[in-house]
């Protein structure tokens, strides 16, 4: 069994790094945000963080509320592969949130959280987990640096790969669409690029 998964992670990570010269533009990728202004339009703001463009990226490093803060895609998704750059500071926790089903109260339980956390008191559910599905093995560190998130989410079926390394599989059916949430925290956060691929 654990060859299997083995050997449907690294099909996957190939599937990703296909995938990925496709992308951009590619057959079937849609851009949800690709550093502009105008771009912003495809999402909606929950919570204080002071979400602003800069250099071709929309930065957040701090809020005027409590609790974590995001920017919402306005629409829902199903089954669908993404692609995410993000860089965080080596203090930030955030995420990328999946198949939200409360627009407005965003969480592991009314979705799914792709986390981006490098000093998470328990590593097990820091950077490249999915929070309350699947644990990360030897978590890599995401601080100080740009990183390619990609997504792939099948039915119950859900794979995080992190710079072309397949971070963890997992399987959980509770919420099967909903809408994507990026998420700001703590430190400084940005993203410069997020595409979906419908499936």
Known sequence: ?????????????????????????????????????????????????????E???????????????????????????????FWVSEDANSGIFIRCTDRNKINSITGYEVNVFDQRPDPSYGTGAIIRVAMVKNMPKAGGKWNTYEIYAKGPE????????????????????????????????KFRKVEIKPL
Do not use: H
């Not at 502009?36 to 339009?41: C, Q, V």
């Not at 701090?62 to 919402?72: D, E, F, M, Q, R």
């Open 1 to 53: 069994m654990k060859r299997l998964c083995a050997i449907a992670a690294t099909l996957l990570a190939v599937a990703f790094t296909v995938a990925g010269c496709a992308g951009s533009g590619g057959p079937g990728w849609i851009t949800l945000f690709d550093g502009t202004e105008a771009s912003l339009a495809n999402w909606d703001r929950v919570g204080g963080a002071n979400w602003r463009i």
């Open 55 to 85: 250099n071709g990226a929309v930065v957040a490093d701090k809020s005027t509320t409590k609790g974590a803060s995001y920017l919402v895609s306005k629409n829902s998704y199903k089954d669908f592969m993404i692609r995410a750059e």
């Open 158 to 189: 859900m794979t995080i790969s992190l710079n072309g390394a397949v971070t963890v599989s997992g399987q959980d059916s509770k919420n099967p669409e909903g809408a994507i949430a990026l998420q700001y925290g703590k430190g400084v956060v």
